[in-house]
């Protein structure tokens, strides 16, 4: 994710215009591929035509915006040949960042494991869910001692998320038992038995590629 300045109203306004603009894009009310016109930006977010093009140039190093001339941007298209590199990616790295983490475990870092998951499942099916459930898969990975595996790791989450919007909404996915993937994922973690919680954390994000595959198929 890009740092921002906010320090000063100009920093703030265009701090708001990213994370309103990245929030859209994430959940889908700006769809994928769709060309981003300031103007309206400007109208629907009530701030200036400057602070959203700076929002949205922010937005292409996060891969979430593209350029389509010198001054014009569009969404990031969605692909299923895209979708299979951001999950090939996403679980090579993170595969490396649960197995550096687990190696180098201490008592803090599986404390602060399981209260992650706790808030997780206090807040499932409500609007802050999705905030806690990224903070449970980077706490997973946050001991790596890496931070630049850590950051790809949180902006491949991120550009997961559109797709995983699109499974949410199908039956098949709805009948997954998430929660209980999510604590097997940990069990295995605080047993700091490093085979057996890379095996369940790839698998939770196989079965919701496996799914997503056939949805995107068409594209």
Known sequence: MNVINSGSKEGSATHMAYLSLREMILTGVLPAGEK???EQ???LLDI???PVREALSLLT???LVERIDQRGFRTAP???ADFEDILDTRCAFEDMALRRSIAQASSDWEDHLVLSHHRMKQ???TPTFEEAHKAFHVALINNAGSPVLERY???LYDLNIRYRYLAASGESYQSRDISAEHSDI???TVSRDAETASKALLNHYRLTGAYLATQLSGL
């Open 61 to 63: 190093s996060d891969l």
């Open 186 to 188: 940990l069990e295995a």
């Open 153 to 155: 790791c949180s902006q």
């Open 41 to 43: 930006l400007r109208k």
């Open 48 to 50: 200036g035509a400057s």
């Open 78 to 80: 969605a692909s299923l």
């Open 123 to 125: 807040v499932a099916g």
């Open 36 to 38: 981003l016109k300031i």
